[in-house]
Structures are given as C-alpha cells and as structure tokens.
C-alpha cells in the first residue's frame, strides 16, 4: 500500500496530545479585537481540544500523527 498523503493545512492547524486528542487555538482573534473584552481574548488565547465528531476528520488528514 502506498505511502498517505498529510494534508499540510491541517497539520498546521491540529497537533495531537498526549492522551490521544487534538489540540487547536481559538477562532476570532485575528482582528476587529478592539470590540472584544480582554477577559475574552485572553480565554481564547487558551489551548483548545477538538470536538469529538471531529476527531475522525483529522485523524484522515494526519494519518502519522
């Protein structure tokens, strides 16, 4: 069987943890931020997992993670 292709978008986007997740940075904090609270920036600046449906998708796109 030929070797997977990793889609490179994503690659850059998830990494896996150690306990097997993915973790992902929050959207909404490219721009327009001047409207945001900091209390709000500052929770999105926190490290987030992927949702459970989602798991699936990624593991497809980064199949030697």
């Known amino acids: 069987m ?3 292709k990793t889609n490179r978008g994503a690659a850059k986007r998830f ?3 150690a306990s097997g997740s993915f973790k992902c940075n929050a959207s909404h904090r490219r721009h327009i931020l001047t409207k945001k609270t900091t209390k709000r920036k500052r929770h ?3 490290p987030k997992r992927l949702h459970k449906a989602d798991v699936r998708a990624a593991l497809r796109m980064i199949p030697y993670c």
């Open 44 to 46: 999105l600046r926190a």
């Open 15 to 17: 990494k896996r943890s």
């Open 2 to 4: 030929p070797k997977l």
